[in-house]
C-alpha cells in the first residue's frame, strides 16, 4: 500500500463530502489487515462504485471552496479527475481496495 494511494482518497473525502447534511464526521480507521476512509457523502445512487469508475458521469463538485484550496496547493490536478486517477494507480501498483456506498456516506478500504 502506498502513502500516494491513501491520500489521494482522504483528499477526495474532503472536497467531495456533503458537509450540509453531515451528521457524521470523515473517519479513518485503521487495523493490521486494512485501512477505511470513510466520507459523508455519496457516489451518484443510480450507479454502484465500480459503475461509477467505468462510466462517463461527471463528478459533482459539492464543496467549491475546498476544491479550490486543494487545487492552489497541488494536492488535486483538477476537478474530478481523483476517484478515477487513484483506481488506476491502485491498479497500477497492486493495491488491494474495495469501496461502497452506505446509508450514510461512502467507505473506500485499502486491503
Known sequence: MTIDAIRGIVINSFAHAKYSEAVLN????????????????????????????RSGVKSQLRNITISNVLFIT?????????????????????????YFNTSQGFSFEFL
Open 74 to 98: 497541488n494536492m488535486i490536478v483538477a476537478s474530478g479527475t481523483g476517484f478515477r486517477g487513484a483506481i488506476h494507480l491502485y491498479r497500477d501498483n497492486g493495491v488491494e481496495y474495495s
Open 26 to 53: 470523515h473517519e479513518i480507521y485503521i487495523d493490521p489487515t486494512m485501512i477505511e476512509i470513510f466520507n459523508p457523502g455519496r457516489l451518484p445512487e443510480s450507479l454502484d462504485p465500480y459503475a461509477f469508475v
